[in-house]
């Protein structure tokens, strides 16, 4: 899987670029502010149809444009060339693969998967569960299309049992309870078994980057733990409908499990250090990116903005080593940065950016 190039138009401060990407390893340099991420976040919305910096992809409109479009050029793992875009145009988004227009964005994730390593992944180790809940779903539905669709049925029944419970229309929660329990379970069984598959890998990546022995790992600690079933699920869902009234909301179910960092027995962001930290949220993605091509042999693309600098000289070089296996990866860089020496003999792009203009 390679990305041969890119054509931006009206993209936050990238008002047109036409770039080659047609290289193992893809250098962006430049001074803050001048497009790098900008360029990064413009990849990812190809390959996902969303921004991993905002929710709302009308942000990423330049000021004064009235849509945004991203095109590539990729050629997959058989060596088959294709084309994807995406639009974003009156806070409409559209996405066209090989010119033909499709209407759900499933059909792009499998497409050209990708992964992205950014300063704000500390938040998986250290942040609220919402983050790490975040991350694993995300891990979990790049490679498997039903927990992605079960994911999708659970949000929406919940959001419609939670505006149930507010309104006071009591008598149809029991319907909802139904199918959260039943989208609920699948998802939970799904979590548990890749958690388990999770820890076959990234506390052995932990100890080969960090050089340490600490033992770190990930605990799944789901919401409905007494349930082995979408009856018993069910039945915890019923028995607390009283406080899901009084509350206004649902208080049990897989969008209240947690996802816990831990060293031994206890949690990793109490015993840590910050660089300790950001380092198990890099491992995190190397980890996310080793577990998809282990399930699906195919090899991301990986984007990776602005985190090697945190690393000292020793683990950026197995950091790097690792990163060695894919087949493209992006690199950000601030001009006073030197390139890393394992990177410098292979096939390489470079480019200086500046006020969103890519040279
Ligand atoms: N919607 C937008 N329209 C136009 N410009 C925008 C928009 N959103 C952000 N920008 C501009 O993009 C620039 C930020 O670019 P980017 O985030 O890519 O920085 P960077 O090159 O990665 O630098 P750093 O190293 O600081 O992260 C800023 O100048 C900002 O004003």
Avoid at 256 to 268: E, L, S, T
Wanted: hydrophobic share 35%; with cysteine; charged share 30%.
């Amino acid at each position: 899987m390679r990305i041969l190039s890119l054509d931006i138009h009206c993209f936050r401060n990238i008002r047109k670029a036409s770039v080659d990407t047609d290289a193992r390893s893809v250098m962006l340099v430049g001074e803050n502010g001048q497009g790098k991420t900008n360029f990064l976040e413009a990849l990812y919305v190809l390959c996902y149809g969303t921004s991993f910096r905002t929710p709302n992809l009308r942000e990423a409109v330049s000021h004064d444009g009235r849509g945004f479009s991203v095109k590539a050029d990729f050629v997959d793992d058989s060596g088959n060339h294709h084309e994807i875009q995406v639009k974003h145009v009156q806070g409409k988004r559209s996405i066209f693969i090989d010119r033909k227009e499709i209407y759900d964005r499933k059909e792009l994730i499998y497409t050209i998967p990708c992964i992205v390593f950014c300063h704000d992944d500390i938040e998986f180790v250290r942040g609220e569960p919402e983050a790490r809940r975040r991350f694993f779903d995300q891990t979990m539905s790049m490679y498997n299309p039903l927990f992605f669709d079960d994911s999708r049925r659970y949000r929406n029944i919940l959001r419609q049992r939670n505006a149930a419970l507010k309104e006071g229309r009591l008598s149809l929660v029991p319907i909802y309870d139904f199918q959260l329990a039943r989208y609920g379970m699948s998802i939970q069984k799904a979590r548990k078994a890749a958690v388990k598959e999770f820890n076959d890998i990234f506390p052995r990546m932990y100890r080969d980057v960090s050089g340490t022995d600490l033992e770190i790992s990930v605990e799944y600690q789901p919401s409905w733990k007494m349930a082995e079933n979408a009856e018993d699920a069910e039945e915890i869902l019923s028995r607390a409908l009283e406080r899901d009234v009084r509350m206004q909301t649902t208080c049990s179910g897989v969008h209240r499990d947690k996802f816990i960092v831990k060293d031994a027995d206890r949690p990793f962001s109490q015993t840590g250090s910050t660089g300790q930290l950001r380092l198990a949220s890099l491992i995190l993605r190397m980890a996310q990116a080793g577990f998809f091509f282990g399930k699906t042999g195919k090899e991301p693309v990986l984007l990776i903005d602005d985190v090697l600098l945190e690393l000292d000289v020793t683990r950026r070089g197995r950091f790097l080593s690792h990163i060695e296996d894919y087949s493209q990866a992006f690199f950000t860089f601030l001009p006073e940065e030197k390139y890393f020496s394992s990177l410098e003999d292979e096939k390489m792009l470079s480019y200086t950016v500046e006020g969103g203009a890519f040279r």
